[in-house]
Protein backbone atom coordinates (compact mmCIF):
# COMPACT_ATOMS: atom_id res chain seq x y z
CA UNK A 1 0.00 0.00 0.00
CA UNK A 2 2.75 2.42 0.62
CA UNK A 3 4.65 1.56 -2.25
CA UNK A 4 1.43 2.42 -4.03
CA UNK A 5 1.27 5.86 -2.41
CA UNK A 6 4.64 6.60 -3.52
CA UNK A 7 3.83 5.10 -6.79
CA UNK A 8 0.63 7.26 -7.42
CA UNK A 9 3.31 10.40 -6.11
CA UNK A 10 5.71 9.72 -8.41
CA UNK A 11 3.16 9.64 -11.35
CA UNK A 12 2.08 13.37 -10.31
CA UNK A 13 4.76 14.82 -10.83
CA UNK A 14 5.66 13.35 -14.43
CA UNK A 15 5.76 15.60 -17.49
CA UNK A 16 2.79 14.69 -19.86
CA UNK A 17 4.85 13.16 -22.41
CA UNK A 18 6.57 10.91 -19.67
CA UNK A 19 3.41 9.77 -18.40
CA UNK A 20 1.44 9.18 -21.71
CA UNK A 21 5.04 7.26 -22.69
CA UNK A 22 4.59 4.97 -19.52
CA UNK A 23 0.87 4.59 -20.78
CA UNK A 24 1.83 3.62 -24.43
CA UNK A 25 4.20 0.83 -23.06
CA UNK A 26 1.29 -0.33 -20.43
CA UNK A 27 3.62 0.32 -17.23
CA UNK A 28 1.15 1.82 -15.21
CA UNK A 29 -1.25 -0.17 -12.93
CA UNK A 30 -3.55 1.94 -11.98
CA UNK A 31 -6.71 3.00 -14.25
CA UNK A 32 -7.59 6.47 -12.85
CA UNK A 33 -5.69 9.17 -14.64
CA UNK A 34 -6.59 11.73 -11.45
CA UNK A 35 -3.93 13.64 -10.42
CA UNK A 36 -1.56 12.60 -12.33
CA UNK A 37 1.25 15.15 -14.30
CA UNK A 38 -0.62 16.90 -11.85
CA UNK A 39 -0.98 21.07 -13.27
CA UNK A 40 -1.68 19.70 -16.83
CA UNK A 41 -5.15 19.95 -18.39
CA UNK A 42 -6.53 16.20 -19.46
CA UNK A 43 -8.90 15.83 -22.11
CA UNK A 44 -12.08 13.51 -22.59
CA UNK A 45 -11.95 11.63 -25.70
CA UNK A 46 -14.60 10.84 -29.01
CA UNK A 47 -13.74 8.94 -32.21
CA UNK A 48 -16.30 8.57 -34.62
CA UNK A 49 -16.67 7.54 -38.23
CA UNK A 50 -16.07 10.49 -40.64
CA UNK A 51 -20.08 10.94 -42.06
CA UNK A 52 -20.87 11.75 -38.29
CA UNK A 53 -17.96 14.14 -37.46
CA UNK A 54 -19.48 17.27 -38.22
CA UNK A 55 -23.01 16.67 -36.62
CA UNK A 56 -21.02 15.65 -33.58
CA UNK A 57 -19.17 18.99 -33.94
CA UNK A 58 -22.44 20.63 -33.81
CA UNK A 59 -23.62 19.02 -30.89
CA UNK A 60 -20.51 19.62 -29.12
CA UNK A 61 -20.98 23.32 -29.99
CA UNK A 62 -24.91 23.33 -28.95
CA UNK A 63 -23.70 21.72 -25.51
CA UNK A 64 -20.53 23.52 -24.67
CA UNK A 65 -21.02 23.16 -20.62
CA UNK A 66 -20.74 19.56 -20.65
CA UNK A 67 -18.62 19.05 -24.36
CA UNK A 68 -16.54 22.05 -24.82
CA UNK A 69 -14.61 21.20 -27.72
CA UNK A 70 -10.66 21.45 -27.50
CA UNK A 71 -9.75 19.93 -30.93
CA UNK A 72 -11.23 17.56 -34.03
CA UNK A 73 -8.32 15.92 -35.66
CA UNK A 74 -8.78 15.21 -39.35
CA UNK A 75 -9.62 11.92 -40.57
CA UNK A 76 -6.56 9.41 -39.47
CA UNK A 77 -5.29 12.01 -37.62
CA UNK A 78 -3.51 10.42 -34.32
CA UNK A 79 -1.65 13.48 -33.29
CA UNK A 80 -3.39 16.55 -32.06
CA UNK A 81 -0.42 19.37 -32.28
CA UNK A 82 -2.22 22.30 -30.15
CA UNK A 83 -2.36 19.79 -27.68
CA UNK A 84 0.23 17.52 -27.60
CA UNK A 85 3.56 16.93 -28.83
CA UNK A 86 4.71 13.44 -29.93
CA UNK A 87 1.29 11.68 -29.07
CA UNK A 88 -0.80 8.77 -30.80
CA UNK A 89 -4.27 8.42 -29.65
CA UNK A 90 -4.32 5.10 -30.34
CA UNK A 91 -2.20 4.18 -27.24
CA UNK A 92 -2.16 6.98 -24.56
CA UNK A 93 -4.90 6.70 -22.71
CA UNK A 94 -5.03 4.58 -19.89
CA UNK A 95 -8.26 2.52 -21.19
CA UNK A 96 -10.83 2.75 -23.78
CA UNK A 97 -14.20 1.60 -24.67
CA UNK A 98 -15.30 0.26 -28.04
CA UNK A 99 -19.22 0.44 -28.88
CA UNK A 100 -21.14 -1.22 -31.68
CA UNK A 101 -24.64 0.08 -32.63
CA UNK A 102 -24.84 2.08 -29.68
CA UNK A 103 -23.96 -1.20 -27.50
CA UNK A 104 -20.55 -1.38 -25.01
CA UNK A 105 -18.76 -3.76 -26.41
CA UNK A 106 -15.88 -4.31 -24.33
CA UNK A 107 -12.90 -2.27 -22.87
CA UNK A 108 -9.22 -2.13 -23.84
CA UNK A 109 -5.71 -0.85 -23.45
CA UNK A 110 -4.88 0.16 -27.10
CA UNK A 111 -6.54 1.07 -30.30
CA UNK A 112 -3.65 -0.36 -32.42
CA UNK A 113 -5.69 -3.52 -33.77
CA UNK A 114 -8.00 -0.96 -35.41
CA UNK A 115 -5.60 1.16 -37.39
CA UNK A 116 -7.52 0.07 -40.54
CA UNK A 117 -10.87 1.64 -39.62
CA UNK A 118 -9.44 4.58 -37.70
CA UNK A 119 -8.13 6.04 -41.00
CA UNK A 120 -11.90 7.06 -41.83
CA UNK A 121 -12.60 7.90 -38.07
CA UNK A 122 -12.45 11.48 -37.07
CA UNK A 123 -10.93 11.99 -33.07
CA UNK A 124 -12.53 14.68 -30.63
CA UNK A 125 -10.69 16.07 -27.81
CA UNK A 126 -13.20 17.43 -24.90
CA UNK A 127 -12.30 19.88 -21.94
CA UNK A 128 -12.61 17.74 -18.55
CA UNK A 129 -12.81 18.77 -14.83
CA UNK A 130 -9.99 16.48 -13.98
CA UNK A 131 -7.96 19.89 -15.03
CA UNK A 132 -9.45 21.90 -12.13
CA UNK A 133 -8.99 19.21 -9.33
CA UNK A 134 -6.31 17.14 -8.30
CA UNK A 135 -7.99 13.73 -6.46
CA UNK A 136 -11.08 15.59 -5.12
CA UNK A 137 -14.11 12.88 -4.66
CA UNK A 138 -16.34 12.80 -7.45
CA UNK A 139 -19.22 10.54 -8.98
CA UNK A 140 -20.70 10.59 -12.62
CA UNK A 141 -24.44 10.31 -12.70
CA UNK A 142 -26.93 10.91 -15.42
CA UNK A 143 -30.01 13.48 -15.53
CA UNK A 144 -33.29 13.95 -16.92
CA UNK A 145 -31.76 17.38 -18.63
CA UNK A 146 -32.04 16.71 -22.36
CA UNK A 147 -29.09 17.79 -24.00
CA UNK A 148 -29.71 20.14 -27.94
CA UNK A 149 -30.19 17.53 -30.34
CA UNK A 150 -28.10 17.35 -33.73
CA UNK A 151 -28.57 15.02 -36.12
CA UNK A 152 -28.14 11.03 -34.82
CA UNK A 153 -26.76 12.27 -31.36
CA UNK A 154 -29.45 13.22 -28.58
CA UNK A 155 -28.69 11.94 -24.80
CA UNK A 156 -29.22 13.22 -21.46
CA UNK A 157 -27.10 15.72 -19.41
CA UNK A 158 -24.21 13.89 -17.09
CA UNK A 159 -23.11 15.24 -14.38
CA UNK A 160 -20.21 15.13 -11.57
CA UNK A 161 -21.03 15.94 -7.91
CA UNK A 162 -19.00 16.98 -5.39
CA UNK A 163 -19.92 17.58 -1.89
CA UNK A 164 -18.92 21.06 -0.68
CA UNK A 165 -19.00 22.57 2.54
CA UNK A 166 -21.39 25.60 2.30
CA UNK A 167 -19.10 28.22 3.54
CA UNK A 168 -16.70 27.22 0.40
CA UNK A 169 -19.74 27.37 -2.44
CA UNK A 170 -18.70 31.30 -3.28
CA UNK A 171 -15.04 29.82 -3.82
CA UNK A 172 -15.99 26.62 -6.17
CA UNK A 173 -18.10 28.57 -8.36
CA UNK A 174 -15.68 31.71 -8.52
CA UNK A 175 -12.84 28.97 -9.03
CA UNK A 176 -14.39 27.22 -11.87
CA UNK A 177 -16.28 29.88 -13.78
CA UNK A 178 -13.58 31.36 -15.64
CA UNK A 179 -12.48 27.30 -16.91
CA UNK A 180 -15.41 27.45 -19.64
CA UNK A 181 -12.91 24.92 -21.28
CA UNK A 182 -13.18 22.54 -18.54
CA UNK A 183 -16.93 22.67 -17.72
CA UNK A 184 -16.39 26.07 -16.05
CA UNK A 185 -19.17 26.88 -12.89
CA UNK A 186 -21.31 24.88 -12.25
CA UNK A 187 -24.71 24.29 -13.81
CA UNK A 188 -26.94 23.05 -10.38
CA UNK A 189 -26.51 23.54 -6.82
CA UNK A 190 -29.03 21.58 -3.90
CA UNK A 191 -31.29 18.96 -4.14
CA UNK A 192 -30.47 16.50 -6.56
CA UNK A 193 -33.87 15.38 -7.39
CA UNK A 194 -33.98 18.91 -9.41
CA UNK A 195 -31.83 17.34 -12.14
CA UNK A 196 -33.91 14.34 -12.26
CA UNK A 197 -31.57 12.54 -9.91
CA UNK A 198 -33.58 10.16 -7.44
CA UNK A 199 -30.34 8.45 -5.79
CA UNK A 200 -26.90 9.54 -5.68
CA UNK A 201 -25.44 6.73 -4.79
CA UNK A 202 -26.84 5.03 -7.88
CA UNK A 203 -23.97 6.27 -10.04
CA UNK A 204 -23.37 5.04 -14.07
CA UNK A 205 -19.77 6.03 -13.99
CA UNK A 206 -17.53 6.37 -11.13
CA UNK A 207 -18.32 5.37 -7.22
CA UNK A 208 -20.63 6.77 -4.90
CA UNK A 209 -19.24 9.67 -3.25
CA UNK A 210 -19.63 10.05 1.05
CA UNK A 211 -20.88 13.93 1.97
CA UNK A 212 -19.87 15.05 5.27
CA UNK A 213 -22.07 17.09 7.87
CA UNK A 214 -22.65 20.41 6.49
CA UNK A 215 -22.05 19.48 2.57
CA UNK A 216 -23.78 20.58 -0.52
CA UNK A 217 -24.05 18.67 -3.21
CA UNK A 218 -22.66 20.48 -6.59
CA UNK A 219 -23.12 19.50 -9.65
CA UNK A 220 -20.79 20.07 -13.15
CA UNK A 221 -21.88 19.53 -16.81
CA UNK A 222 -19.35 16.56 -17.62
CA UNK A 223 -17.39 15.44 -20.44
CA UNK A 224 -18.95 11.76 -19.95
CA UNK A 225 -22.46 13.04 -21.81
CA UNK A 226 -19.88 12.50 -25.01
CA UNK A 227 -20.35 8.60 -23.66
CA UNK A 228 -23.69 8.87 -23.72
CA UNK A 229 -23.99 10.58 -27.14
CA UNK A 230 -21.97 7.72 -28.72
CA UNK A 231 -24.64 5.40 -27.45
CA UNK A 232 -27.59 7.85 -28.60
CA UNK A 233 -25.99 7.48 -32.24
CA UNK A 234 -25.77 3.78 -32.87
CA UNK A 235 -22.48 4.39 -34.70
CA UNK A 236 -21.13 0.85 -35.90
CA UNK A 237 -18.15 1.58 -34.72
CA UNK A 238 -16.80 4.10 -32.22
CA UNK A 239 -14.39 4.46 -29.08
CA UNK A 240 -14.32 7.01 -26.10
CA UNK A 241 -11.76 6.97 -23.11
CA UNK A 242 -13.39 4.90 -20.51
CA UNK A 243 -14.95 7.05 -17.84
CA UNK A 244 -10.90 8.31 -15.68
CA UNK A 245 -8.96 7.81 -18.13
CA UNK A 246 -8.06 10.56 -19.52
CA UNK A 247 -5.76 11.59 -22.64
CA UNK A 248 -2.74 14.34 -20.69
CA UNK A 249 -2.30 17.27 -22.78
CA UNK A 250 1.04 18.98 -22.88
CA UNK A 251 -1.23 22.27 -21.87
CA UNK A 252 -0.27 23.95 -18.75
CA UNK A 253 -3.18 24.45 -16.32
CA UNK A 254 -2.49 27.92 -15.77
CA UNK A 255 -4.20 30.53 -13.07
CA UNK A 256 -7.18 31.63 -14.96
CA UNK A 257 -6.92 35.10 -16.15
CA UNK A 258 -8.57 37.33 -13.57
CA UNK A 259 -12.08 38.20 -15.05
CA UNK A 260 -14.35 41.32 -14.46
CA UNK A 261 -14.66 41.44 -10.81
CA UNK A 262 -18.38 42.42 -12.21
CA UNK A 263 -18.96 38.92 -14.21
CA UNK A 264 -18.10 36.73 -10.46
CA UNK A 265 -20.33 34.75 -9.32
CA UNK A 266 -22.42 34.84 -6.52
CA UNK A 267 -24.42 32.17 -4.83
CA UNK A 268 -27.38 32.66 -3.27
CA UNK A 269 -29.86 30.52 -1.62
CA UNK A 270 -33.28 30.66 -2.98
CA UNK A 271 -35.10 27.88 -1.40
CA UNK A 272 -34.43 25.03 1.68
CA UNK A 273 -36.83 22.85 1.62
CA UNK A 274 -35.77 21.37 -1.28
CA UNK A 275 -32.43 22.99 -1.08
CA UNK A 276 -31.94 24.91 -3.99
CA UNK A 277 -29.42 27.45 -4.89
CA UNK A 278 -28.73 30.12 -7.59
CA UNK A 279 -25.85 31.71 -9.73
CA UNK A 280 -25.94 35.68 -10.52
CA UNK A 281 -23.42 37.69 -11.39
CA UNK A 282 -22.02 40.20 -8.67
CA UNK A 283 -22.90 42.95 -11.24
CA UNK A 284 -26.64 41.74 -11.79
CA UNK A 285 -26.84 41.05 -8.19
CA UNK A 286 -25.74 44.59 -7.28
CA UNK A 287 -27.89 46.17 -9.54
CA UNK A 288 -31.01 44.50 -8.57
CA UNK A 289 -30.39 45.68 -4.53
CA UNK A 290 -30.12 49.42 -6.32
CA UNK A 291 -33.33 48.14 -7.69
CA UNK A 292 -34.68 47.25 -4.14
CA UNK A 293 -33.40 50.52 -2.45
CA UNK A 294 -35.08 52.77 -5.02
CA UNK A 295 -38.28 51.27 -4.74
CA UNK A 296 -37.75 50.32 -0.14
CA UNK A 297 -38.45 54.66 0.24
CA UNK A 298 -39.68 55.16 3.98
CA UNK A 299 -42.54 58.18 3.59
CA UNK A 300 -42.17 60.68 6.81
CA UNK A 301 -39.42 57.92 8.10
CA UNK A 302 -42.77 56.04 9.84
CA UNK A 303 -40.57 52.75 10.94
CA UNK A 304 -41.48 50.72 7.92
CA UNK A 305 -37.54 50.68 7.18
CA UNK A 306 -38.00 48.19 10.23
CA UNK A 307 -39.97 45.34 7.80
CA UNK A 308 -37.38 46.14 5.25
CA UNK A 309 -35.51 42.98 4.96
CA UNK A 310 -32.38 43.09 2.69
CA UNK A 311 -32.06 40.83 -0.47
CA UNK A 312 -35.76 39.64 -0.65
CA UNK A 313 -35.82 41.32 -4.00
CA UNK A 314 -32.93 39.67 -5.35
CA UNK A 315 -33.92 35.72 -4.03
CA UNK A 316 -37.35 36.13 -4.89
CA UNK A 317 -36.63 36.85 -8.35
CA UNK A 318 -34.12 34.19 -8.65
CA UNK A 319 -36.56 32.06 -7.70
CA UNK A 320 -39.75 33.84 -10.02
CA UNK A 321 -36.49 32.74 -12.92
CA UNK A 322 -36.03 29.37 -12.00
CA UNK A 323 -40.15 28.96 -11.97
CA UNK A 324 -42.23 27.75 -14.80
CA UNK A 325 -45.51 27.97 -14.14
CA UNK A 326 -46.14 31.07 -11.83
CA UNK A 327 -49.36 32.30 -9.92
CA UNK A 328 -50.37 36.01 -9.45
CA UNK A 329 -52.69 37.52 -7.03
CA UNK A 330 -53.77 41.28 -6.52
CA UNK A 331 -56.77 43.22 -5.48
CA UNK A 332 -57.28 45.19 -2.21
CA UNK A 333 -61.01 46.07 -2.37
CA UNK A 334 -60.65 48.79 0.05
CA UNK A 335 -63.24 51.23 -1.27
CA UNK A 336 -66.13 49.56 0.20
CA UNK A 337 -68.36 52.48 0.14
CA UNK A 338 -67.77 52.64 -4.16
CA UNK A 339 -68.09 50.58 -7.00
CA UNK A 340 -65.72 48.60 -8.00
CA UNK A 341 -64.21 48.77 -4.70
CA UNK A 342 -60.78 47.91 -5.61
CA UNK A 343 -57.86 50.67 -5.66
CA UNK A 344 -55.19 50.86 -9.04
CA UNK A 345 -52.00 49.70 -6.47
CA UNK A 346 -51.55 46.25 -7.43
CA UNK A 347 -53.33 45.92 -10.45
CA UNK A 348 -50.34 48.05 -12.70
CA UNK A 349 -47.60 45.98 -10.78
CA UNK A 350 -49.25 42.40 -11.35
CA UNK A 351 -49.83 42.85 -15.46
CA UNK A 352 -46.10 44.05 -15.35
CA UNK A 353 -44.60 40.96 -13.75
CA UNK A 354 -47.01 38.91 -16.26
CA UNK A 355 -46.33 40.78 -19.30
CA UNK A 356 -42.28 40.08 -18.39
CA UNK A 357 -42.48 36.36 -17.10
CA UNK A 358 -44.59 35.65 -20.70
CA UNK A 359 -41.76 37.14 -22.54
CA UNK A 360 -39.40 35.09 -20.93
CA UNK A 361 -41.81 31.82 -22.22
CA UNK A 362 -43.03 30.94 -18.54
CA UNK A 363 -46.71 30.27 -18.07
CA UNK A 364 -48.53 33.14 -16.04
CA UNK A 365 -51.86 33.42 -14.74
CA UNK A 366 -53.91 36.26 -12.17
CA UNK A 367 -56.32 34.85 -9.43
CA UNK A 368 -58.83 37.07 -7.90
CA UNK A 369 -61.80 37.22 -6.69
CA UNK A 370 -65.04 35.74 -8.52
CA UNK A 371 -66.75 39.19 -8.01
CA UNK A 372 -63.86 40.92 -10.38
CA UNK A 373 -63.33 38.46 -12.89
CA UNK A 374 -65.34 40.60 -15.34
CA UNK A 375 -63.70 43.94 -14.17
CA UNK A 376 -59.84 42.39 -14.38
CA UNK A 377 -60.80 40.75 -17.63
CA UNK A 378 -61.75 43.93 -19.53
CA UNK A 379 -58.81 46.15 -18.24
CA UNK A 380 -56.52 43.22 -19.67
CA UNK A 381 -58.22 43.10 -22.99
CA UNK A 382 -58.07 46.94 -22.94
CA UNK A 383 -54.30 46.48 -21.84
CA UNK A 384 -53.42 44.32 -24.93
CA UNK A 385 -55.30 46.49 -27.61
CA UNK A 386 -53.26 49.36 -26.30
CA UNK A 387 -49.77 47.15 -26.34
CA UNK A 388 -49.32 47.18 -22.37
CA UNK A 389 -49.66 43.39 -22.45
CA UNK A 390 -48.32 41.33 -26.18
CA UNK A 391 -51.01 38.93 -24.92
CA UNK A 392 -54.06 38.23 -22.36
CA UNK A 393 -53.15 36.81 -19.54
CA UNK A 394 -55.33 33.94 -18.30
CA UNK A 395 -57.51 34.78 -15.47
CA UNK A 396 -58.86 32.52 -12.48
CA UNK A 397 -61.08 32.48 -9.32
CA UNK A 398 -60.76 30.67 -6.32
CA UNK A 399 -63.59 29.67 -4.16
CA UNK A 400 -63.10 27.54 -0.75
CA UNK A 401 -65.79 24.73 -1.21
CA UNK A 402 -64.23 21.59 0.61
CA UNK A 403 -61.37 20.88 3.29
CA UNK A 404 -58.83 20.30 0.22
CA UNK A 405 -60.25 22.85 -2.19
CA UNK A 406 -56.80 24.47 -2.06
CA UNK A 407 -54.73 21.76 -2.53
CA UNK A 408 -56.69 20.43 -5.74
CA UNK A 409 -56.68 23.92 -7.03
CA UNK A 410 -52.61 24.36 -6.92
CA UNK A 411 -52.05 20.75 -7.95
CA UNK A 412 -53.00 18.01 -10.34
CA UNK A 413 -55.81 15.62 -8.87
CA UNK A 414 -54.81 17.39 -5.71
CA UNK A 415 -51.36 15.63 -5.92
CA UNK A 416 -48.78 17.62 -3.85
CA UNK A 417 -46.45 15.65 -6.19
CA UNK A 418 -47.83 17.53 -9.09
CA UNK A 419 -48.16 21.10 -9.06
CA UNK A 420 -49.45 23.18 -11.27
CA UNK A 421 -47.61 26.17 -9.85
CA UNK A 422 -44.17 27.02 -8.80
CA UNK A 423 -44.38 30.39 -7.55
CA UNK A 424 -47.33 32.00 -6.02
CA UNK A 425 -46.81 36.00 -5.64
CA UNK A 426 -49.33 38.80 -3.90
CA UNK A 427 -49.03 42.38 -4.67
CA UNK A 428 -51.20 44.26 -2.86
CA UNK A 429 -54.09 41.64 -2.11
CA UNK A 430 -55.67 41.84 1.35
CA UNK A 431 -53.98 39.86 3.88
CA UNK A 432 -55.93 37.58 6.22
CA UNK A 433 -55.64 38.84 9.99
CA UNK A 434 -55.41 36.55 12.78
CA UNK A 435 -59.11 36.65 14.12
CA UNK A 436 -60.35 35.44 10.69
CA UNK A 437 -61.22 38.54 9.27
CA UNK A 438 -59.55 41.42 6.55
CA UNK A 439 -58.92 44.76 7.29
CA UNK A 440 -57.67 48.03 5.23
CA UNK A 441 -55.83 50.23 7.42
CA UNK A 442 -58.50 52.33 9.60
CA UNK A 443 -59.44 48.83 10.83
CA UNK A 444 -62.45 48.34 8.81
CA UNK A 445 -63.55 44.87 7.98
CA UNK A 446 -63.91 43.97 4.36
CA UNK A 447 -63.70 40.18 4.57
CA UNK A 448 -67.24 40.32 2.45
CA UNK A 449 -65.60 41.90 -0.62
CA UNK A 450 -62.54 39.19 -0.22
CA UNK A 451 -61.98 35.57 -1.39
CA UNK A 452 -60.09 33.22 0.69
CA UNK A 453 -57.07 33.46 -1.66
CA UNK A 454 -54.70 33.17 1.32
CA UNK A 455 -55.56 29.25 1.57
CA UNK A 456 -53.46 28.98 -1.88
CA UNK A 457 -50.64 30.60 -0.15
CA UNK A 458 -51.39 28.53 3.40
CA UNK A 459 -51.41 24.79 1.02
CA UNK A 460 -48.45 26.16 -0.84
CA UNK A 461 -46.04 25.90 2.22
CA UNK A 462 -46.63 22.44 2.69
CA UNK A 463 -46.26 21.70 -0.90
CA UNK A 464 -42.44 21.02 -1.92
CA UNK A 465 -41.25 22.67 -4.76
CA UNK A 466 -43.88 25.95 -4.96
CA UNK A 467 -42.01 29.17 -3.47
CA UNK A 468 -44.64 32.05 -2.45
CA UNK A 469 -43.93 35.88 -2.51
CA UNK A 470 -45.69 38.55 -0.97
CA UNK A 471 -45.24 42.06 -2.00
CA UNK A 472 -46.92 45.20 -0.17
CA UNK A 473 -46.74 48.83 0.19
CA UNK A 474 -45.26 50.75 2.97
CA UNK A 475 -47.91 53.60 2.04
CA UNK A 476 -51.56 52.61 2.53
CA UNK A 477 -54.99 54.60 2.88
CA UNK A 478 -54.91 57.55 4.59
CA UNK A 479 -57.26 58.78 8.09
CA UNK A 480 -57.24 62.24 6.84
CA UNK A 481 -58.70 63.87 3.34
CA UNK A 482 -55.73 66.18 3.04
CA UNK A 483 -52.36 64.32 4.57
CA UNK A 484 -49.60 66.40 5.24
CA UNK A 485 -46.97 66.15 2.02
CA UNK A 486 -43.47 64.83 3.68
CA UNK A 487 -40.63 65.48 0.53
CA UNK A 488 -38.60 62.18 -0.21
CA UNK A 489 -35.38 61.78 -1.96
CA UNK A 490 -34.15 58.45 -3.36
CA UNK A 491 -31.42 57.34 -5.79
CA UNK A 492 -33.00 59.51 -9.22
CA UNK A 493 -36.16 60.42 -7.93
CA UNK A 494 -37.67 62.87 -6.27
CA UNK A 495 -41.14 61.80 -4.89
CA UNK A 496 -43.80 63.48 -2.47
CA UNK A 497 -45.50 61.42 -0.21
CA UNK A 498 -47.85 61.68 2.06
CA UNK A 499 -46.38 61.84 5.30
CA UNK A 500 -49.32 59.60 7.22
CA UNK A 501 -49.45 55.93 6.22
CA UNK A 502 -49.81 52.44 7.06
CA UNK A 503 -49.00 48.59 6.01
CA UNK A 504 -48.31 45.62 6.83
CA UNK A 505 -51.89 43.95 6.48
CA UNK A 506 -51.46 42.62 2.30
CA UNK A 507 -51.11 38.60 1.46
CA UNK A 508 -47.25 37.35 2.61
CA UNK A 509 -46.60 40.35 5.38
CA UNK A 510 -46.90 37.49 7.91
CA UNK A 511 -43.36 36.78 7.63
CA UNK A 512 -42.57 40.40 9.77
CA UNK A 513 -45.87 40.23 11.07
CA UNK A 514 -44.09 40.95 14.81
CA UNK A 515 -43.01 43.92 13.18
CA UNK A 516 -45.85 45.01 11.64
CA UNK A 517 -47.45 44.55 15.22
CA UNK A 518 -44.66 47.03 16.94
CA UNK A 519 -44.37 49.79 14.21
CA UNK A 520 -47.28 50.22 12.00
CA UNK A 521 -50.53 51.76 13.41
CA UNK A 522 -53.46 49.40 14.06
CA UNK A 523 -50.85 46.32 13.12
CA UNK A 524 -52.01 44.45 16.55
CA UNK A 525 -55.50 44.38 14.11
CA UNK A 526 -54.94 44.44 10.84
CA UNK A 527 -51.51 42.51 10.46
CA UNK A 528 -51.67 40.00 7.87
CA UNK A 529 -51.12 35.93 9.68
CA UNK A 530 -50.03 34.55 6.28
CA UNK A 531 -46.61 34.28 5.70
CA UNK A 532 -44.91 34.35 2.26
CA UNK A 533 -41.54 32.64 1.62
CA UNK A 534 -39.70 36.15 0.35
CA UNK A 535 -41.37 39.82 1.24
CA UNK A 536 -40.54 42.34 -0.77
CA UNK A 537 -41.37 46.38 0.47
CA UNK A 538 -42.19 49.06 -1.78
CA UNK A 539 -43.24 52.75 -1.05
CA UNK A 540 -46.11 52.03 -3.65
CA UNK A 541 -46.65 48.16 -4.05
CA UNK A 542 -46.85 48.48 -7.96
CA UNK A 543 -43.19 49.90 -7.79
CA UNK A 544 -42.33 46.53 -6.53
CA UNK A 545 -43.83 45.16 -9.61
CA UNK A 546 -42.20 46.87 -11.53
CA UNK A 547 -38.82 46.30 -10.14
CA UNK A 548 -39.52 42.11 -10.07
CA UNK A 549 -39.58 43.12 -13.98
CA UNK A 550 -36.59 44.79 -14.13
CA UNK A 551 -35.00 42.23 -12.02
CA UNK A 552 -35.76 39.15 -13.89
CA UNK A 553 -34.45 41.28 -17.34
CA UNK A 554 -31.66 41.41 -15.30
CA UNK A 555 -31.05 37.90 -14.14
CA UNK A 556 -31.74 36.51 -17.96
CA UNK A 557 -29.51 38.83 -19.68
CA UNK A 558 -26.90 38.14 -17.25
CA UNK A 559 -24.69 35.21 -18.77
CA UNK A 560 -23.49 33.34 -15.37
CA UNK A 561 -27.28 32.87 -14.48
CA UNK A 562 -28.46 32.82 -18.14
CA UNK A 563 -26.28 29.40 -18.46
CA UNK A 564 -26.88 28.82 -14.71
CA UNK A 565 -30.78 28.47 -16.09
CA UNK A 566 -30.55 26.25 -18.65
CA UNK A 567 -27.45 23.94 -16.92
CA UNK A 568 -24.95 24.79 -19.72
CA UNK A 569 -26.82 22.81 -22.49
CA UNK A 570 -28.40 24.44 -25.67
CA UNK A 571 -27.49 27.83 -27.16
CA UNK A 572 -27.39 30.87 -24.93
CA UNK A 573 -31.13 32.68 -25.10
CA UNK A 574 -29.51 36.40 -25.14
CA UNK A 575 -30.33 37.00 -28.47
CA UNK A 576 -33.54 37.91 -26.89
CA UNK A 577 -32.41 40.86 -25.32
CA UNK A 578 -34.93 43.19 -27.21
CA UNK A 579 -38.09 40.85 -26.77
CA UNK A 580 -37.49 41.27 -22.60
CA UNK A 581 -36.97 44.85 -23.21
CA UNK A 582 -39.49 46.13 -25.21
CA UNK A 583 -41.77 43.78 -22.07
CA UNK A 584 -40.37 46.18 -19.71
CA UNK A 585 -42.55 48.61 -17.62
CA UNK A 586 -42.29 52.09 -19.14
CA UNK A 587 -43.83 55.87 -18.92
CA UNK A 588 -46.46 55.41 -21.84
CA UNK A 589 -47.57 52.05 -21.15
CA UNK A 590 -48.22 52.52 -17.39
CA UNK A 591 -49.89 55.97 -18.53
CA UNK A 592 -52.35 53.81 -20.82
CA UNK A 593 -52.69 51.30 -18.16
CA UNK A 594 -53.54 54.38 -15.51
CA UNK A 595 -56.45 55.62 -17.94
CA UNK A 596 -57.61 51.99 -18.69
CA UNK A 597 -58.12 51.62 -14.64
CA UNK A 598 -59.68 55.04 -14.36
CA UNK A 599 -62.34 54.57 -17.26
CA UNK A 600 -63.00 51.38 -15.29
CA UNK A 601 -63.81 53.50 -12.42
CA UNK A 602 -61.07 51.68 -10.24
CA UNK A 603 -59.71 54.87 -7.53
CA UNK A 604 -56.69 56.16 -5.81
CA UNK A 605 -56.33 54.04 -2.49
CA UNK A 606 -55.49 56.93 -0.45
CA UNK A 607 -57.94 59.60 -1.89
CA UNK A 608 -60.65 57.65 -3.66
CA UNK A 609 -60.15 59.84 -6.36
CA UNK A 610 -60.18 58.63 -10.21
CA UNK A 611 -57.55 61.84 -11.43
CA UNK A 612 -54.13 60.34 -12.54
CA UNK A 613 -52.86 59.47 -9.18
CA UNK A 614 -52.10 55.99 -7.17
CA UNK A 615 -51.73 56.53 -3.10
CA UNK A 616 -52.44 59.85 -3.74
CA UNK A 617 -48.70 60.35 -5.57
CA UNK A 618 -49.68 62.05 -9.31
CA UNK A 619 -48.51 60.09 -12.28
CA UNK A 620 -46.54 62.80 -13.01
CA UNK A 621 -43.94 63.60 -11.71
CA UNK A 622 -43.94 60.58 -9.24
CA UNK A 623 -44.90 57.03 -10.67
CA UNK A 624 -43.29 58.15 -14.09
CA UNK A 625 -40.07 59.26 -12.16
CA UNK A 626 -39.71 56.30 -10.61
CA UNK A 627 -40.10 53.95 -13.26
CA UNK A 628 -37.22 55.75 -15.45
CA UNK A 629 -35.27 55.34 -12.21
CA UNK A 630 -35.47 51.85 -12.62
CA UNK A 631 -35.04 51.62 -16.00
CA UNK A 632 -31.66 53.41 -15.56
CA UNK A 633 -30.70 51.39 -13.82
CA UNK A 634 -31.69 48.50 -15.65
CA UNK A 635 -30.68 49.50 -19.10
Given amino acids: ?95 YRRYENGTFAGSLTSLENYSEQLKDMVTFYLGCSFSFESAV ?37 IATHPMKQYHGAPIHIGYPDLLGIKDLQKTDYGDPVEAQPGDVPVFWACGVTGVEAVISCKSPLAFTHSPGCMFITDIKNEEAPESDSGQTPAVVQI ?36 LLVRDELLKSCLSLSHAKSILITTGFPTHFQ ?15 MAAMLQALGKKAA ?30 LSYKEDAHDAA ?57 RGIS ?36 GNELGTGKVKELVKKHIPNGDTIACDVAADFAVIAGVSNWGGYAVSCALYLLNTCEIHERYLRRAVGFPRLSERESWASSLPSVSK ?46
Fill in 590 to 635: EEKLLEILIQHGVRSGKTASLAMEVDGLPFFNTHSDMIRSLLDVTL
Fill in 407 to 463: LKFLCESGDPASPRFDHLVAIERAGRASDGNYYNARKINIKHLVDPIDDLFEAAQNI
Fill in 1 to 95: EASDMVCLQALRTLLPATARNLIRQNKIAIRNTSGMSAGYNQANVVILHRSLADDFEKFCRANSGPLPLLYRSAPGEWKCPPLSTESDIQTDCLL
Fill in 338 to 352: HQPPEENDGPPGAIA
Fill in 137 to 173: QKLGVPTAVPCHGVGNFSCDLVVTMRPIPQDKLDAAA
Fill in 271 to 306: SSDPLQYSLVSQRAADKIRALEKIIGVDPGDRGIKN
Fill in 468 to 503: TTGMYADISECSCADPPVTSLQSPGVNIYLPGIGDG
Fill in 366 to 395: IVTDERAIDLNRSIIEKAVEQGVLKTPVPL
